[in-house]
């Protein structure tokens, strides 16, 4: 059952009919752009030639870019509806002073590459529906033999194996016809008219250099995302040494001076005055291990997600369930991202979301580490306001990752972050 | 007591060398690594190595890996891992199987002495010292399910203490509360929690890090 209906794939949402549509109007298209784009493109290269006519040359020349456009935005909206080829329009905006416009319309690669379209697409149509429409034609003519039988001249006349005036050959000879019908002309049908579409995508949409320039865009959007990142990581860490630690380590310095003076005339208060200098001393230990350890927990590397993340959640102010199912360890910065995300996600769910529990569950799947952290928090999150959810989210697609967050008024919240594992 | 001590920050190594002679002990060897730890305790038989964590080659898990060994083939020699950080994942490759003679403590906890000649003494005379931080991971993981939430908060702190490896009366010493008052609390403990009773101090902590285990 299943091959049978793999023969009857193109009728599947009436495919064929709209590829047939497709193919049949193409011709006639090209019947209206090809004339008139190319009497406009000769009558342009002719008055070129003399200075006198320079002037209307590039008048003419205007026209002839202007009606190309007009025809490919057809084409484009052509294919899209009836091939489901979706293609950008290419042409960058032009921009600038009437004659830097001008300038620009002929400087572009894509407006050449359409004129060139135009050029060969009343070849490329014609060939296309001779071929759809003789091969459509053929099959329901030899479908509709038995029928028409009666009306034919006496004479022996063959097809292929069949003698179309006997009987039983019309019938066989239909039964080709109703073959090319439901099988052949709709598979040739389609398959030509992917020839068409690509076509249509290769000369009017965006070539390769466009999708690179937009990767390229992409990529130094992320980039200065990542340096600013790391220079508020560096402001910060700056802010907490300042603060924390060094204040510390300076009042514990005074202690124990102030104690060094006292210890012949005080020795009691010079006591009191090591004590508080111990207490400093721990403070800052603890102050200084919490600091370190953020930057890149060791067992991260040693152990893994689960080991690494274990002591974070014990930390925090309610219960998480941790879950991390991983079969191979994902590569060194992939498993990093991972860390730094659940950490900052929890940190939020901490600081902001009133939860009264957590669940963070990490999965490796066909070559992408899937993480999610979910809590029944009041919701409302917004990776629009506040720094941390955006953060992370730049952070996520610096990787080209996935980053959703669903979080409606009122809760609950949950974060899903995609990342590939290709190291 | 005799002691080896393995730390590869210099610093560190004379300063528990002296804070150690000064409660009276004798460190026989101090050394640098863990190839150097292994040959120390081979030669001298202590009754205690102290390990540091992060060593030279790789500053990653050689203190762990070295101590396993030397509670693997020096079954004599109590062991007390020192880290900057603890991870409860070291200690449960650390406690695997026996928590008798181990312990593993923050290095900041050196800096109260008396503790910690304490907890030396405590893990050479074949007891366990794990750190408060290590019971407060272990007990992150175990406070998502529900059998927790049947303790009072004086049976949790007691819990907490109990798995650090501390006796009866130096849990009733820590809350400031009767030895007998503790001796109930625990009591309790081993009911609500259905935990199998035994009173030496080393075997009651591993019946609470397997429970711990369990809860995952």
Redesign the interface.
């Known amino acids: 059952m299943q091959p049978v209906l793999a023969l009857l794939a193109p009728w599947r949402s009436l495919r064929v009919v709209r590829r047939l549509g497709y193919v049949s109007l193409d011709p006639f298209v090209a019947m209206v752009a090809f004339p008139i784009i190319a009497a406009l493109a000769g009558v342009t290269i002719g008055m070129a030639s003399s200075i006198i006519l320079l002037p209307a040359a590039v008048g003419t020349a205007w026209l002839a870019s202007v009606t190309a456009r007009g025809f490919g935005r057809v084409e484009r909206s052509r294919a899209a509806a009836l091939l489901d080829v979706a293609v950008a329009d290419p042409h960058p905006p032009l921009h600038g002073s009437w004659w830097q416009r001008l300038l620009q319309r002929f400087t572009t690669a894509s407006r050449w590459k359409e004129l060139l379209y135009f050029g060969v697409h009343l070849i490329t149509s014609s060939i296309a529906f001779s071929l759809v429409i003789s091969l459509w034609s053929g099959s329901i003519a030899l479908l509709v033999l038995p029928l028409v039988r009666p009306a034919l001249p006496a004479d022996t006349a063959r097809f292929w194996l069949f003698d179309i005036t006997t009987t039983p050959g019309a019938l066989g000879a239909a039964a080709v016809g109703a073959v090319g019908v439901v099988v052949a002309a709709p598979w040739a049908t389609v398959a030509i008219s992917s020839l068409l579409g690509r076509l249509v995508r290769g000369l009017l949409g965006p070539g390769a250099e466009v999708a690179y320039e937009a990767q390229v865009q992409q990529l130094q959007a992320s980039r200065s995302a990542a340096v600013d990142a790391a220079e508020a990581e560096r402001r910060r860490i700056e802010r907490d040494l300042h603060d924390g630690a060094q204040q510390r380590l300076v009042a514990l310095a005074m202690d124990l001076g102030m104690a060094q003076e006292r210890f012949d005339s005080d020795p009691e208060g010079a006591r009191a005055l090591v004590a508080e200098a111990?207490q400093e001393?721990?403070a800052a230990?603890?102050e200084l291990?919490d600091l370190?350890?953020g930057f890149q927990?060791?067992?991260l590397?040693?152990?893994g997600l689960?080991?690494a993340l274990?002591?974070v959640?014990?930390r925090?102010p309610l219960?998480?369930?941790?879950d991390v199912r991983v079969d191979h360890r994902p590569p060194a910065a992939v498993e990093s991202a991972a860390y730094f995300i659940a950490v900052e996600a929890l940190t939020n769910v901490a600081k902001h979301a009133q939860a009264t529990?957590a669940t963070v569950t990490i999965e490796s799947a066909g070559g992408r580490l899937a993480i999610a952290v979910t809590d029944d928090g009041r919701g409302g999150a917004d990776p629009q306001r506040g720094t941390g959810l955006a953060g992370l989210q730049e952070r996520v697609q610096g990787l080209g990752g996935r980053f959703q967050l669903v979080s409606p008024a009122g809760g609950p919240t949950s974060l899903f972050v995609e990342l590939p594992c290709a190291s | 007591m005799r002691i080896v001590i393995a730390e590869d920050s210099v610093l560190l190594r004379a300063g528990l060398t002296r804070l150690l002679a000064d409660a009276g002990d004798e460190v026989v060897a101090a050394v640098g690594d863990a190839e150097l730890l292994l040959d120390a305790v081979e030669r001298h038989g202590p009754d205690l190595a102290i390990v540091d964590v992060?060593m030279p080659p790789t500053?990653?898990?050689e203190g762990i890996r070295a101590a396993l060994r030397l509670r693997a083939d020096h079954p004599g020699t109590a062991v007390l891992v020192l880290s900057?950080?603890?991870?409860?994942?070291?200690a449960t490759d650390l406690l695997a199987g026996n928590t008798s003679g181990v312990g593993y403590l923050?290095k900041?906890r050196v800096?109260?002495v008396g503790d910690f000649v304490e907890a030396c003494r405590r893990v050479a005379d074949g007891g366990t010292a794990l750190d408060p931080?290590v019971v407060?991971?272990l007990?992150?993981?175990a406070?998502?399910t529900d059998p927790l939430a049947g303790l009072t908060p004086r049976e949790r702190e007691v819990l907490g203490l109990m798995a650090e490896g501390r006796s009866n009366s130096a849990i009733a010493a820590a809350m400031v509360v009767g030895e007998g008052a503790v001796e109930k609390h625990v009591s309790n403990l081993f009911t609500k929690l259905d935990l199998p009773r035994d009173e030496a101090d080393h075997r009651r902590v591993l019946a609470v890090l397997r429970w711990m285990e369990a809860q995952r």
Request: glycine letters at 4%; charged letters at 35%; aromatic letters at 6%.
């Open positions: 111990h001393a721990k230990l603890g291990r370190v350890r927990p060791a067992i590397g040693d152990r689960d080991a274990s002591p959640i014990a925090l219960p998480v369930h941790l529990r | 992060r500053f990653t898990d900057q950080y603890v991870e409860e994942r070291y923050l900041d800096a109260d931080e407060s991971q007990l992150a993981r406070r998502t």
